[in-house]
């Protein structure tokens, strides 16, 4: 038990969040393949579920053990996560036996994808060239990615919620919204 | 008597300009987001947290509390004017208020869900006043093995919320728990689940975590829909608003819905969605002239609104007096509380009586402004619901990230709002409910606490031990169990139905 600690401590961090991944795209290809093929979306999010509750559970064992009076600090997360084991076989069981609704169709997951595309560029947009300018124009592109075509609108909308954010979140809150590297390494 | 000078005490201070004009906007505020379909009232107000970094802790609790009354009322508008109920509880006031409104009868419907709304909400703050400190008291003698079992009591009702969903809900909020482990732990000060991250050594911060799961999971969902018409306002031509004496006619009514939506907002996870459409069912089966509800009759509107309202007062009471959230909105507000280092609870009584005076006088107050606000400014109101949504979504969206950041200004806590909207919207689209999921977060630290403080105290069997611990476990399970089995034998009976058919 002492090497599987050291193991989950050590290199289990990184493998068995990648075994869990592996774990659920296998789950999610076996139903594809089989006559739950309308319910592979909540074969995977189950699969997904047990999985994170197994992780968790194993990397239990790589908490440095200490205890006091009995109540040890793996004692509530090995309660939540058995929980969610138990549970999540449960709805497995539920979903591979057919008794569950098939999976919704999909809307405009591509413009969903797009978004938190968007999204993340934003995080990193705000990184390098500040919070004005990452705001300004995701607001603009996120109301064409919406499908607004009426430039003049969102051009007045990017700039009020700069206006906006400026005023309200860094005067009136004084919250130091970041300039970027870049702006910064080019000294304005 | 001490109770009485207090509240005095509190009004007086709050009737000055500063806090009445925090009040004004929060009630602005709530009315907007409640009446902009896609904002729910929890989502209104996790958005406005961050504005309230800055503030005293009272005044944040009294802005907030401000927004969570009128959200309740801002859905109503657009269920009545558009047929698109701008909260989950508000679906009960279209049943009847729209049709009032296809009839021509707009300002008639808008008047008797404002006049509703003010008197549950008042019924509602009324109660929360009588019971709160009495319930507090005895909370105050409880001990962590009680707390423990209480914190699950408030997760299984929730989590049998659900009804054919209980399983969903109870992993939704199986999962709030685990992600409540991660960080330090609190009682030995080991690392859990950090992965060497040092940003998730003191865990996920909640309010990103909120803003993520609540506002930018429901922004994909109808993104994914991908339906932004413009809804169609119907004409109010030539209706009235209607005077005292007609309201005076609904009193019962009104009644009835304000004590069935403050008992149904008083138990944990319950919820105005669920008092609106048990005040609703209530008030057909007494009338005389049943056929008449769905057809645009005045005591449907009351009944939905008044006990929605109402259910906001009752929400509280568990709240403020065992730490336990009435209703999605109200752990929202709890986190808030937290963040400025007031922690709900019977302590909070006798620490920080003055934040409770403040939030009871701030609560009637609020009824009085969303009462003038809700009259001057009808017309305005409609006008939101012709706000676009390709224009309404990017800003909630500028609004999520940069409520996000100021909350440690950290780009940190900017990703655990973007990963947690990502894990909510997977979550979402396969039914798993998300507000358990939230109580787990809420409730999670106060159940490790508490389970390993029993521990240490009387051992592995601590919540076990004690008699009340024990009731409450057993209710626990019962609330957990009676809806499934019922929802399994209506699904059998259902079956049944249909091979007989």
Redesign the interface.
């Known amino acids: 038990m002492d090497s599987f600690s050291t193991w989950v401590a050590g290199q289990g961090q990184v493998v068995l969040p990648l075994a869990g991944v592996a774990i659920v795209a296998a789950s999610w290809i076996a139903a594809r393949g089989s006559s739950r093929r309308r319910h592979a979306g909540r074969i995977a999010v189950d699969t997904a579920l047990l999985c994170l509750g197994l992780i968790a559970y194993a990397l239990t064992y790589g908490f440095t053990g200490m205890s006091f009076a009995g109540a040890s600090a793996e004692m509530v997360p090995r309660l939540w996560a058995g929980l969610l084991i138990v549970l999540s076989i449960m709805r497995l069981a539920h979903a591979w036996s057919g008794k569950e609704a098939e999976d919704p169709g999909f809307g405009r997951i591509d413009k969903v994808l797009l978004l938190m595309a968007l999204l993340v560029a934003k995080v990193i947009g705000i990184t390098w060239l500040g919070y004005y300018i990452t705001a300004g124009i995701f607001v603009f592109a996120c109301g064409l990615l919406l499908g607004y075509r009426n430039i003049a609108t969102l051009l007045i909308l990017a700039g009020g919620w700069v206006a906006f954010s400026y005023f309200v979140f860094y005067r009136l809150l004084t919250v130091p919204l970041p300039t970027g590297q870049l702006l910064m390494g080019l000294g304005i | 008597m001490d109770s009485l000078l207090g509240l005095l005490r509190a009004t007086g201070q709050l009737l000055s300009l500063q806090p009445l004009l925090l009040i004004t906007v929060g009630i602005s505020v709530g009315i907007l987001a409640g009446a902009m379909p896609g904002v729910s009232p929890s989502m209104g107000v996790a958005l406005m947290v961050?504005?309230t970094?800055?503030m005293d802790p009272s005044m944040a609790l009294v802005y907030l509390a401000a927004i969570y009354l009128a959200a309740n009322y801002g859905g109503a508008i657009t269920a009545i004017m558009i047929n698109t109920p701008g909260t989950p509880s508000a679906v009960v006031t279209s049943f009847d208020g729209h049709p009032l409104c296809v009839q021509g009868r707009a300002r008639e419907a808008l008047g008797l869900a404002l006049v509703a709304s003010f008197v549950g909400g008042a019924f509602g703050t009324l109660i929360l006043m009588l019971f709160a400190a009495p319930l507090a008291s005895v909370a105050l003698k409880f001990w962590p093995a009680e707390y423990f079992s209480l914190a699950v009591l408030g997760l299984s009702t929730i989590a049998s919320m659900g009804g054919e969903n209980a399983?969903?809900s109870?992993?939704s909020a199986?999962?709030g728990?685990?992600v409540c482990?991660v960080g330090m732990?609190p009682?030995?000060g080991?690392?859990?689940?950090t992965?060497?991250n040092v940003n998730l050594f003191d865990g996920f911060e909640f309010i990103p975590m909120l803003i993520g799961l609540l506002a930018l999971s429901e922004i994909?969902v109808e993104?994914?829909?991908?339906d932004?018409r413009p809804q169609k306002v119907e004409d109010e031509a030539g209706s009235k608003w209607p005077g005292f004496l007609y309201y005076w006619k609904l009193r019962a009514a009104m009644l009835r819905a304000s004590i069935i939506g403050t008992i149904v907002g008083i138990f944990p996870g319950a919820g105005a969605t669920i008092a609106a459409f048990i005040s609703y069912d209530m008030e057909k089966r007494i009338s005389k002239t049943p056929e008449r509800f769905g057809k645009g009759i005045p005591e449907g509107v009351v009944a939905g609104e008044a006990a929605d309202s109402a259910s906001v007062g009752g929400a509280l009471v568990p709240m403020l007096t065992l730490g336990i959230p009435g209703s999605a909105t109200a752990a929202v507000l709890m986190g808030a509380l937290m963040i400025h280092d007031l922690q709900p609870g019977p302590e909070l009584f006798v620490k920080n009586p003055d934040v409770i005076y403040k939030l009871y006088a701030s609560l009637f107050i609020g009824n009085t402004v969303m009462l003038i606000l809700g009259i001057w400014g009808s017309k305005l109101w409609i006008n939101v619901t012709r706000v676009?949504?390709?224009?309404l979504?990017?800003?909630i969206?500028?609004f999520a990230?940069?409520g996000s950041?100021?909350v440690n200004?950290s780009?940190w806590d900017?990703?655990v709002c973007?990963g947690f909207?990502?894990v909510g919207?997977?979550?979402k689209?396969?039914?798993?409910p998300l507000p358990p999921f939230v109580l787990g977060m809420v409730l999670?630290e106060m159940?490790?606490m508490n389970?390993?403080?029993a521990?240490?105290?009387a051992?592995?069997t601590a919540v076990f031990q004690r008699p009340i611990s024990v009731t409450m476990l057993a209710v626990a399970a019962l609330s957990f169990v009676i809806p499934v089995i019922s929802a399994r034998r209506k699904r059998a009976a259902k079956a049944k139905g249909s091979v007989a058919a």
């Open positions: 961050p504005f970094y800055a399983l969903k109870a992993m199986a999962l728990l685990l482990t732990d009682v030995l080991v690392n859990r689940f992965f060497g994909f993104v994914e829909e991908f932004f676009r949504k390709q224009l979504f990017p800003l969206f500028a990230m940069i950041y100021a200004s780009m900017v990703m973007l909207g990502i919207y997977i979550l689209r396969y039914n798993y999670g159940a490790e389970l390993r403080r521990v240490m105290m051992g592995p």
